[in-house]
């Protein structure tokens, strides 16, 4: 369906014309340099024997051969996998479950919403420190359930090299979700109760009805979420660096921790440099053809 | 998309009418409505035990958390804490507390927010109805700016912040929160106005209505609750940006992040756990309170059923 | 292409300078010094300017151990917008000299007499091509051990010397239901432990050949796998819940009686004393077994910043004030640390402090005045932490020891 509003032919009022342009023209150009600029910056760089500042001295692909040499980079790309994609599908379980559920004339709705909502609000800075004792089992969960009489009970996740990047989805879940539950409910809220009445007439089940009929309309919520999601998981720094400072070793090491380490904290700016674009290039692999799937579906 | 088909039908749909929120689908025995309000009373409880960690904590004094314990209740309550993390808790050389950086900060985010929200509605209005050709191209680059990690800018923003002579300025601070804000509220707000009816801006066209006006008079008065979403997001991003506030800020507007940070990482002095929680409550209070205020209205707005079918 | 960019930066910096972005006769510092004491300690230089005059801009940035600062460090010299004077560590200050950024002090060291009372161990830092770059503030050394003393009385440990007596009372420590040692999981807090080891393990030449020198050899010696090996064996009397925790956790662990060691550099003291806990009566420090002679150390200096061609008269008297025998006896009190100076009375020092001040004035002369692995003060920051990755690794088991002395070979050559 026609979403345009055709222009009016006149030739002359080239102003009125060009206006929406003229608009959206410096957003398009401060992203072009300091996005795109930056980008091809960084390309140039990880070219480079940049270590403490930038410098260019050519270095050919050393960079990227000593980046694969590094087994925490396997292990952050590893991670980021492992990370990125419970902590996307969990989010959107969470948040539409408790967005259907919050759906159903709840009472106290605004105080729960409230609620579900509010961690968002605080930076990791400290809530690491609060998550971190949480999840320590000689002072967290495991030893107070342990002090109800439970001894057997064991929740040792953080400090196990195998199991320490489920907890930091666990966090990230708990900051995240509220805010995907608030989108999907803004969706909720927007669909026509009418088809739904005339659907529930016609005698289909509650679950039918969901799968139908009114998921499917929350498309564009799910593409905003994954959005949203998709760009903290990969931007994931704080979070690790609060909750177990990508120990225990390399265990918990993301690609967001790698690169700021290396640019940063190793000054070895080229190595650093190549890590960023090789995120660049993956971040674009996945999302560049749903975003251009996405947008041609408006048309 | 079949909510928009029926939108255009009627002007009354993009004006409060105060339509029911809530859809109500499950239809409830008794036992369903008990085992949903369980699941949100637990998930209540996963949501808030991290902010009970902090509140205890920050109301016992440092020798309770020492001795282990820091799961219990306080058993001597105090709230000397809470005055010294505002007022008088070591942040750097003067013993200011957090109390002065809370400018700093305001300084920052109003402005940053309130122009990322304006210029976001007006790539989302242009993008959706004065479309042109390449319009998507414009959009999927803006889109994708959302993805660029932010450690990767910092030292070519640095250089270009020196050569426009921003560097170490609030309006610096500003213009690179503008910079990396763009792509999100052109996303929220292109999102919403592509279910606005396109209809009534062709209409209002033909009546003589200009490009300005048709934003100012049709756009906008129907896009509160997307305004709210998108300055929840900006707000929360911006406030609680700690990279960028260090590192392009000077001795004088170093934000609020920064100082909290300062009170927290002190790498090699005694930790006051209880302040540091304090100070982070207190830090994340403007926040809390945008979300406690601006969330009433966002579900208002959502009731008022402006993007109902 | 390196020379251009550093030429443009400092002319930005000049810029930058004359326009004003730093008020004149104000001195701009960047430091990751804010808890309490340090902070409260660091006042006092800023009197000390008012004093004279000078304006004090404090610009605080905290966060892993001087690495936020570092950061925010990079982009101010980027923008051509340098601090005063920079709060840096080891061979950060040798790397910005490097770029060209440090101004030169010679005209306020030579004066002043830095040369004589500065120890040289510590002078190859301050300097870079022979000219005085920075003023040190302090002296942390970092191989101490410090104890629950009634819990050794209780278990009739005497102070370990070598390290077959450690073994023994940490044994017996475990035995009795205790933890052995109290430590954090965290790279530089195993790394720490590591220094110590290899120090005690191979003594100050195979130190310095394999963390200063970077020799191959040395550092895929079997002295080094024995090093990995003794790791393995701390390892063992470590609780399970180590990993990530906190050093000042670790700590309280031995304040509140739960374990008996830590093995810490001297920043730990402040938690003890802070607990209302007394040196050799609650608590004993002492040197890790075998590391009696020598000292491995780090030291926080201020680096100058070029603001134009010559040293400002603000960070001249910025300089003379940290290098005041005065304010380095009443900072370093407080810090836990002692002095950069050797010619400071330390009268009023508690018994840990006075210890370590002796000892290491004799470790400076006897040549065994050691920077620091762990701490940066013996390789640059890539192969510091180049060789935290192997040593932290190792420690929680994801190698054995033959395979880190490959993989310590491997990760210093990639990091060069």
Redesign the interface.
């Known amino acids: 369906?026609?979403?345009?509003?055709?222009?009016?032919v006149s030739g002359t009022d080239w102003l009125?014309d060009a206006?929406?342009?003229l608009?959206?023209s410096?957003?398009?150009a401060?992203?072009?340099?300091?996005?795109?600029?930056?980008?091809l910056?960084?390309f140039v760089l990880s070219f480079t024997d940049s270590?403490?500042?930038?410098?260019?001295?050519w270095v050919g692909l050393e960079n990227y051969q000593?980046l694969f040499?590094?087994?925490?980079w396997g292990i952050a790309i590893d991670n980021l996998l492992i990370f990125g994609s419970l902590y996307i599908v969990i989010c959107c379980v969470?948040g539409l479950?408790?967005a259907?559920?919050?759906?159903?004339?709840?009472r106290a709705?605004?105080f729960?919403?409230?609620?579900?909502?509010?961690?968002?609000?605080?930076?990791f800075?400290?809530?690491g420190?609060?998550?971190?004792?949480?999840l320590?089992?000689?002072?967290?969960l495991q030893?107070?359930v342990r002090s109800w009489g439970w001894e057997g009970f064991a929740f040792?996740w953080?400090?196990d090299?195998k199991m320490a990047i489920y907890t930091i989805v666990i966090a990230a879940v708990?900051q995240t979700s509220?805010f995907v539950m608030?989108?999907f409910?803004?969706g909720?809220?927007?669909?026509?109760?009418e088809?739904?009445k005339a659907a529930?007439i016609d005698g289909a089940s509650?679950f039918a009805?969901?799968r139908r009929i009114?998921i499917p309309?929350l498309r564009?919520a799910f593409?905003?979420a994954f959005?949203?999601l998709?760009?903290m998981a990969?931007?994931s720094?704080?979070l690790v660096i609060a909750?177990?400072?990508g120990?225990?070793?390399?265990?918990t090491e993301v690609p967001?921790t790698f690169?700021?380490?290396y640019?940063?904290?190793?000054?070895?700016?080229g190595i650093g440099?190549a890590s960023?674009v090789i995120?660049?290039m993956s971040?674009?692999a996945i999302?560049?053809p749903f975003?251009?799937s996405e947008?041609?579906e408006?048309? | 998309?079949?909510?928009?088909?029926?939108a255009g039908a009627s002007a009354a749909a993009i004006r409060p009418v105060g339509a029911p929120?809530?859809?109500?689908?499950?239809?409830?025995g008794g036992t369903a409505?008990v085992a949903?309000?369980l699941?949100?009373g637990l998930?209540?409880l996963?949501?808030?035990?991290?902010?009970y960690?902090?509140v205890v904590n920050s109301l016992k004094p440092l020798s309770e958390i020492q001795a282990?314990g820091?799961?219990s209740l306080p058993r001597d309550w105090t709230v000397e804490p809470w005055g010294k993390a505002w007022s008088t808790a070591q942040i750097g050389v003067a013993a200011t507390g957090l109390r002065p950086f809370f400018l700093n900060s305001i300084l920052m985010v109003v402005p940053a927010v309130a122009l990322s929200t304006v210029?976001g509605a007006?790539?989302g209005y242009?993008?959706?109805?004065?479309?042109?050709r390449g319009d998507?191209w414009?959009?999927?680059?803006?889109?994708?700016?959302?993805?660029?990690?932010?450690?990767?800018?910092l030292?070519?923003?640095a250089r270009?912040l020196g050569l426009m002579g921003l560097a170490g300025t609030v309006p610096g601070l500003i213009f690179v929160h503008?910079?990396?804000g763009?792509?999100?509220s052109?996303?929220?707000f292109k999102?919403y106005y592509?279910?606005f009816p396109?209809e009534l801006?062709?209409a209002a066209?033909i009546d003589g209505a200009?490009?300005f006006t048709i934003f100012r008079r049709i756009m906008l008065p129907s896009s509160g609750?997307i305004a709210v979403?998108c300055i929840?997001w900006q707000f929360?991003n911006i406030w609680?940006d700690?990279l960028f506030g260090a590192s392009f800020s000077d001795f004088d507007s170093q934000p609020m992040?920064v100082a909290?940070?300062n009170l927290?990482?002190s790498s090699t002095g005694v930790k006051e756990?209880n302040v540091?929680?304090a100070?982070?409550i207190m830090?994340?209070l403007p926040?809390?309170l945008?979300?406690?205020v601006a969330?009433?209205y966002?579900?208002r707005g959502?009731?008022a059923g402006s993007?109902?079918? | 292409?390196?020379k251009v960019?550093?030429q443009t930066?400092a002319a930005l910096a000049l810029i930058a300078a004359t326009s004003g972005v730093a008020a004149a006769a104000d001195v701009e510092v960047l430091h990751w010094w804010t808890s309490g004491g340090e902070a409260g300690a660091l006042n006092v230089l800023k009197q000390d300017l008012e004093k004279q005059g000078i304006g004090w801009q404090d610009m605080p940035v905290a966060g892993?151990g001087g690495?936020q600062a570092?950061?925010v460090l990079?982009a101010r010299?980027?923008a051509g917008n340098p601090p005063s004077a920079v709060q840096l560590l080891g061979f950060d200050i040798t790397?910005?000299a490097?770029?060209g950024t440090l101004a030169n002090l010679d005209d306020v060291a030579g004066p002043g007499g830095w040369d004589a009372v500065v120890p040289a161990a510590l002078q190859k830092f301050s300097k870079y091509d022979g000219h005085w770059v920075a003023a040190p503030v302090n002296i942390h050394s970092t191989n101490w051990v410090w104890a629950n003393k009634k819990m050794l009385d209780e278990l009739g440990i005497a102070a370990p010397t070598t390290w077959d007596e450690l073994v023994a009372a940490m044994q017996k420590v475990k035995d009795a239901g205790k933890v052995a040692v109290a430590h954090g999981?965290?790279?530089w807090q195993d790394a720490t432990i590591f220094d110590a080891v290899a120090m005690s393990t191979g003594g100050p030449d195979f130190y310095r050949k394999a963390f200063i020198d970077l020799d191959p050899e040395a550092l895929g010696s079997d002295t080094m796998k024995q090093a990995f090996d003794r790791m393995t064996v701390i390892r063992g009397f470590v609780?399970?819940?180590?990993?990530?925790?906190d050093w000042n956790l670790a700590s309280a662990m031995v304040i509140n009686g739960e374990a008996a060691f830590q093995f810490m550099g001297d920043w730990a003291k402040g938690e003890f004393l802070n607990a209302g806990k007394v040196p050799e009566q609650d608590f004993l420090c002492f040197r890790f077994p075998g590391t009696e002679k020598e000292v491995t150390f780090n030291t926080d200096q201020f680096a100058i910043f070029k603001q134009g061609d010559a040293v400002k008269p603000e960070q001249a008297a910025l300089a003379t004030a940290i290098m005041s025998p005065e304010f380095q006896q009443a900072f370093n009190k407080v810090k836990g640390s002692v002095p950069a100076r050797t010619d400071v009375s330390v009268a009023d020092y508690d018994a840990c402090g006075q210890k370590a001040y002796e000892e290491l004035k004799a470790a400076a002369s006897s040549d065994n005045l050691i920077g620091s692995m762990a701490h940066g003060h013996a390789n640059?920051?890539?192969i510091k932490?180049?060789m935290y990755?192997v040593v932290?690794?190792q420690?929680?088991g994801?190698y054995d020891a033959a395979t880190a002395v490959q993989e310590l070979v491997s990760a210093v050559d990639?990091?060069r």
């Open positions: 369906m026609p979403q345009t509003v055709p222009r009016r009125r206006l929406p342009k608009v959206l410096p957003s398009l401060v992203v072009l340099v300091f996005v795109y600029g930056f980008i910056f960084t270590r403490i500042l930038p410098s260019f001295g000593k040499g590094l087994r925490a969470v479950g408790l259907i559920f919050l759906d159903q004339k709840i709705e605004g729960i919403r409230t609620i579900y909502l509010y961690p968002m609000a605080l930076s800075i400290v809530t420190t609060a998550w971190k004792w949480f320590d089992p000689g002072i967290g030893a107070v040792e953080i400090k090299p708990w509220g608030a989108m409910l803004a909720l809220r927007g669909i026509d109760t088809v739904m529930q509650t009805l969901y009114i309309q564009p593409m905003s959005v949203v998709a760009h990969i931007k720094y704080d909750l177990t400072g120990g225990p070793g390399t265990a967001a690169m700021y380490s640019t940063f904290t190793r000054n070895q700016m440099a960023a995120m660049l971040i674009a999302m560049v975003i251009y947008l041609r408006r048309k | 998309m079949a909510s928009d088909v029926r929120g809530s859809s109500q689908v499950i239809r409830t409505r949903i309000y699941i949100l998930f209540c996963y949501y808030l035990l991290p902010l960690v902090m282990g820091m799961m210029l007006m790539n242009v993008l959706t109805k004065w479309r042109f998507t414009v959009f999927g680059m803006l889109l994708f700016a959302c993805f660029i990690p932010f450690q990767m800018v030292i070519p923003m270009l503008l910079v990396y763009i792509g999100f052109t996303l929220y999102n592509q279910q396109t801006v062709r066209q200009g490009f609750p979403v929840i929360t609680n700690f992040t909290l940070n927290v990482q756990y540091h929680f100070g982070a830090a994340a926040t809390l945008v979300y406690v969330g009433r966002f579900v959502l009731m993007v109902k079918g | 292409m390196r960019f550093v930066t892993g690495t570092m950061t990079r010299v980027t790397d910005w490097k770029e999981g965290q790279p609780d399970d819940n180590f990993s990530g925790r640059p920051a890539s932490n180049a990755d932290t690794a420690f929680n994801e990639l990091a």
